[in-house]
């Protein structure tokens, strides 16, 4: 518990923060259900209460039961006040949702793209974006912001530095969606997101230490350590999909050698699928083949589970969480990859640390990383100061 002292217009602004997020996640409350587990006096929760109704973030929905007097009237989260648009940048697909301040996915845009030079998919990109504002419903703040998972590496400041897959380097993608959109953009690694996705509202919701697996054209990891999103000291975390498993492997498109997306990723099984069929296919096609039970598509999936066990193995070991949670394209293959995965887990995996793991697949399918950018957009447009707690 932390004590606030000096600028009063500091101390409301936070207190506000406080009654609002409280309202949000535990309404409907009452006014003085809030005075008592924020241990704010009633006199300024009543006096914020109104400021929120005033902004039509909070609204009164009647009376609750009473416990000996008055019935006391009940508060909730107006959480159709605005807007986000998550936008989930894959290498060769854009996943794009609008949903309202808790996270409700009101519409949904999906599109395909083959060349893969900036210009061709911002403009994609803002098509998406504009293709979701049509249909938007009208209310009080309109679009509050734009979130963009992508899949390379992130700075602080939100420029995307490096997306080895789709070639490119120092993309000013926040700046540019800014400006055409004059909303506030938020930029992070799609697997990040992913990670805050399954926290929020899908499979990891439950649990404290996470690690997601985003398992795509490349493969990306978003780490949830002790409740919170874990980006290392520059933003840069999760890059596991480049860490070594082949020491003399193949070469990555980011320099290095023997890189686990090389041999555990959507491209893997594509270039291998190649190979075994002698022609072109898509991971649809292949689980098409898998449901009909057909022998070397069964296998591919077997050899691509195999090698993301191995990198799970390491991940385990390396920060002993209680949950993995797959997500992105591969997690459609769950029933032909997940026996492979965990056999190498049950075979490599230190026992200590693989009493308590739990393996599972993303609830929120290929939804985590857009629903979880759109979390940060949101986030920051509710943010009104650190959420703690105040003794005035």
Request: include cysteine; hydrophobic fraction near 40%; glycine fraction near 10%.
């Amino acid at each position: 518990m932390t004590k606030i002292t000096g600028n009063p217009h500091l101390i409301k602004k936070i207190n506000k923060a406080l009654v609002l997020d409280m309202v949000k996640s535990q309404g409907p409350l009452s006014r003085a259900d809030v005075a008592q587990r924020s241990g704010l006096n009633k006199g300024t929760v009543s006096s914020l209460v109104k400021e929120l109704m005033d902004e039509e973030l909070v609204y009164e929905i009647g009376q609750g039961e009473s416990s000996g007097g008055r019935r006391p009237v009940l508060l909730l989260f107006n959480e159709k006040a605005g807007y986000a648009i998550g936008i989930d940048l894959g290498v060769h697909y854009i996943i794009g949702i609008l949903n309202d301040l808790q996270g409700n996915i009101i519409q949904e845009k999906k599109a395909t793209f083959h060349y893969k030079d900036y210009p061709t998919v911002l403009t994609l990109i803002k098509e998406t974006i504009t293709d979701l504002l049509e249909q938007m419903p009208r209310s009080r703040y309109g679009l509050i912001g734009i979130g963009i998972g992508v899949p390379g590496v992130v700075d602080k400041e939100g420029k995307l530095l490096f997306a080895p897959n789709l070639e490119w380097v120092n993309i000013p993608l926040k700046q540019d969606i800014e400006e055409a959109f004059h909303v506030p953009v938020i930029i992070d690694n799609e697997a990040n997101a992913g990670a805050y996705g399954e926290k929020r509202k899908g499979s990891g919701e439950n649990y404290n230490n996470v690690i997601y697996i985003s398992a795509g054209m490349g493969i990306g990891v978003g780490l949830i350590l002790n409740g919170e999103l874990y980006r290392g000291t520059n933003g840069f975390s999760g890059e596991s999909g480049h860490m070594t498993i082949e020491v003399n492997g193949l070469r990555c498109r980011c320099g290095n050698i023997g890189c686990w997306e090389l041999y555990a990723s959507e491209q893997a099984l594509l270039e291998k699928a190649r190979v075994t069929m002698n022609n072109e296919t898509s991971l649809e096609m292949l689980l098409q083949l898998a449901e009909g039970k057909n022998g070397d598509v069964l296998r591919l999936f077997e050899h691509i589970g195999h090698y993301l066990g191995i990198g799970i193995n390491n991940l385990i070991n390396t920060f002993n969480p209680e949950q993995v949670v797959i997500g992105n394209r591969l997690s459609m293959a769950k029933p032909w990859i997940e026996p492979s995965i965990k056999k190498i887990i049950n075979q490599r995996t230190l026992p200590y640390h693989r009493t308590h793991v739990v393996i599972e697949f993303s609830k929120l399918s290929i939804y985590s990383t857009a629903l979880g950018i759109s979390f940060f957009a949101i986030e920051e447009f509710l943010k009104k100061g650190e959420k703690v707690e105040v003794f005035l």
